[in-house]
């Protein structure tokens, strides 16, 4: 969905503003999901409709704002903004430490909405992309260890160099159409299974 057309969960604490900010973003071209007027309605609407951010109220009844982010990130990741009036320094804390991409002081203009949607945005795909390439290299990492293992095996129940040992599973890839990570692993696993293997069997 473009940046111009989103789906935006709203959750606030007063119906007044919960229609003032429906307005603001329908006249933004955006489509409101809700509002909520509670944390636990928030978490019900994130999780059951298709939302592309949620903007939260600080001191929503029930669960405040801060809970409600926490829950809705764990069940559906989305950029989260947080809307408060001017809050104590611990509440600040929370919030930095909380899946929180953005926070806005009332009162807010309609330009200093748009902004906090974008920068939430720019965030949020930051994050994912660097938890991605994170993810990505933790891989490849595991994959490197269980090829250097295998590699020991052979090295070790056949005589070869290293270099041999790493060609002969390259060859094996080769010959099965098998990724080497995959040959390592069945050779990681057969090496176990013997080791393991009771005197009787």
């Known amino acids: 969905m473009s940046p111009e057309n ?3 969960l709203v959750a ?6 919960a229609m003032a900010l429906k307005e603001q973003l329908a006249a933004m ?6 509002p909520a007027f509670d944390g636990r309605h928030a978490i019900e609407l994130a999780t059951s409709e298709t939302i592309d951010l949620a903007i939260l109220d600080l001191r929503l009844p029930r669960l405040n704002g801060l809970d409600a982010a926490q829950e809705i990130a764990r069940a559906r990741p989305v950029p989260i903004i947080l809307v ?3 809050c104590e320094p611990t509440e600040i804390e929370r919030a ?5 991409y953005q926070i806005l002081m009332r009162p807010f203009p309609p330009h200093a909405l748009a ?6 945005r720019a965030r949020f795909l930051e994050c ?10 933790e891989r490849r990492l595991e994959e490197r260890k269980l090829i250097e293992r295998a590699k020991g095996i052979l090295m070790d129940t056949r005589g070869l160099s290293e270099r041999d040992a790493y060609r002969l599973l390259q060859r094996e890839s080769q010959n099965r159409n098998q990724r080497m990570v995959d040959i390592a ?6 090496e176990s299974l013997l080791r393991d293997r009771p005197n009787n069997a």
């Open 29 to 34: 071209g955006h489509q409101v999901v809700g």
């Open 6 to 8: 989103l789906r935006i």
């Open 12 to 17: 606030q604490d007063e119906v007044m503003s």
């Open 96 to 100: 930095a430490a909380a899946p929180v």
């Open 84 to 86: 408060s009036s001017p």
């Open 128 to 137: 994912r992309r660097l938890r991605t390439e994170i993810s990505d290299l």
């Open 115 to 120: 902004a906090a949607i974008a920068v939430a």
């Open 185 to 190: 692993r069945t050779i990681v696993t057969a």
